[in-house]
C-alpha cells in the first residue's frame, strides 16, 4: 500500500467511531470521523479520502445520500456500508447502487479490516 491511507467513518454513534479511530489508526491509517452526511460530504468535497466507512441509518440524511454524491460525482471512492440492517434486500440494494461492500453490525473489527485492506490494494 502507498503512503497512509486516509479512511473517513461515518456514523452517528460515537462508540462506533471512537472504535474504528483506534482500529484503523493502530494500522497506520489517517481517520476522520463525522457523525452526520452533511459533515461527510464536506470531508468528500475538502479532503478526499482513500475509503468511506458508511452507516445507512443517521439522524438527518442517511448513508444512500452520501453514497448517491460519492457515485454521482465520479469521485472513485470505495465504500464500505458499516450497519444494524442485515436484510439481504437492504446488502443487495447498497450493493446495487455502488457500495463495494456491506458489514453488519456488530462486526469484527479484525475482519473488518482485512475487507478494507482488501479493496485498498485491488483499487490502489
Do not use: W
Amino acid at each position: 500500500m502507498r503512503g497512509q491511507l486516509h479512511v473517513l467513518a461515518v456514523d452517528d454513534e460515537v462508540h462506533i467511531l471512537e472504535l474504528l479511530r483506534h482500529t484503523f489508526e493502530g494500522e497506520g491509517f489517517r481517520v476522520t470521523c463525522v457523525g452526520d452526511a452533511d459533515s461527510a460530504i464536506h470531508i468528500l468535497e475538502t479532503d478526499v479520502p482513500d475509503l468511506v466507512l458508511l452507516d445507512v441509518v443517521m439522524t438527518g440524511k442517511d448513508g444512500y445520500h452520501v453514497l448517491q454524491h460519492i457515485t454521482q460525482g465520479a469521485l472513485g471512492i470505495p465504500v464500505v456500508f458499516l450497519t444494524a440492517r442485515s436484510e439481504n434486500t437492504e446488502m443487495a440494494e447498497a450493493l446495487g447502487l455502488g457500495a463495494d461492500d456491506y458489514v453488519t453490525k456488530p462486526f469484527s473489527t479484525q475482519e473488518l479490516l482485512a475487507r478494507v485492506k482488501g479493496i485498498l490494494r485491488r483499487v490502489g
